[in-house]
């Protein structure tokens, strides 16, 4: 361990993340055990997209409060936290909807 957080639990975390961001979209189910269906809407697959980014946060809010002091999150953080994960979700957004089928 070379600084404050272990380099496994970020690693987990971003891992996490860039799976559960592209979920949405590469999936026809509604949160992956609901049932099938022809074509989600795109209301669906927001609203999945904020349930998977909430509950990533509470993966690493859960690791680093069993790592040490967990620092407050205030409004600042959550907004960068929804930055990164839309920039994870790209790549499943181009796969839905910019790919030429």
């Known amino acids: 361990m070379t600084g404050l957080v272990p380099v496994w639990a970020v690693s987990v975390v971003l891992v996490a993340a860039l799976i559960a961001a592209n979920l949405p979209f590469v999936n026809e189910r509604l949160f992956v055990l609901g049932p099938r269906s022809e074509s989600k809407p795109v209301g ?16 690493g809010r859960v690791l680093e409060s069993k790592l040490g002091q967990a620092s407050p999150m205030r409004w600042e953080f959550i907004a960068v936290w929804l930055c990164v994960f839309l920039t994870l979700a790209f790549p499943g957004f181009v796969w839905r909807y910019l790919r030429k089928h």
Request: aromatic content about 12%; charged content about 10%; proline content about 0%.
């Open 44 to 59: 669906w697959r927001l609203l999945e997209l904020l349930v998977y980014a909430a509950l990533i946060a509470v993966l």
